[in-house]
């Protein structure tokens, strides 16, 4: 990757691959990788969870905190990094004063998929017990359109979007996304 100081923020709706691609773009280009569910599980087994929404979103507003200033801890060093979230438009401006805070520039991989795909996976990751129970994701499949229309947008925080269609994992050509990366 170029020299110039970036923060690559990974988004999209639950079960696109996004954690998938993070962990393979932290290896291709050595590079910190800040992840919200794993700081959300580290707190479930921490402060506990609970078989509530209410519970399960109060430790992924948390977990999205510290997140976020774990990343502008980064920021103010000059370090390159990802991360990645769920993250919903109401991040937008933080994300936004953070690299213009620090000088870096933004590039989002937005991570898409079919509905009717996506919300198989969900339900197929939940009943095979792939997640920490923290989740609860078995109480979010009744709203998954809901969950789906506000995760899988890009958000606006300025500078380029590369977007990954992963409604058939087998078709993703993950160099081409490393290329256009180390292009900008």
């Known amino acids: 990757m170029k020299k110039k ?3 690559i923020i990974i988004t999209g709706a639950p079960c696109t691959g996004k954690t998938t691609f993070g962990l393979l773009l932290t ?3 050595k ?3 800040l992840n919200k569910d ?3 599980e580290n707190l479930f087994e921490t402060v506990g969870w609970k078989n509530s929404i209410a519970w399960s979103k109060k430790l992924s507003v948390a977990s999205n905190k510290i997140l976020l200033d774990f990343a502008e801890r980064l920021a103010s060093t000059g370090f390159n990094f990802i991360m990645e979230s769920n993250f919903g438009q109401e991040f937008n401006l933080q994300l936004k004063k953070l690299g213009v805070k620090y000088g870096h520039s933004l590039i989002q991989v937005n991570f898409n998929c079919e509905f009717d795909i996506l919300k198989k996976r969900f339900e197929n990751r939940w009943k095979k017990g792939k997640r920490h129970p923290g989740h609860i994701d078995n109480k979010h499949f009744n ?5 789906f229309d506000k995760y899988s947008k890009p958000l606006d ?5 590369i977007k990954v269609d992963t409604t058939d994992f087998r078709k993703v050509n993950y160099s081409e996304v490393f290329n256009k990366i180390n292009k900008l």
């Not at 709203?143 to 969950?147: G, N």
């Not at 925080?157 to 979007?161: E, F, N």
């Open 27 to 29: 290896e291709k280009f």
């Open 157 to 161: 925080v300025g500078g380029p979007v």
């Open 143 to 147: 709203k998954f359109d809901e969950v």
């Open 31 to 33: 590079m910190p990788f």
């Open 5 to 7: 100081k970036s923060i």
């Open 38 to 40: 794993v700081i959300k």
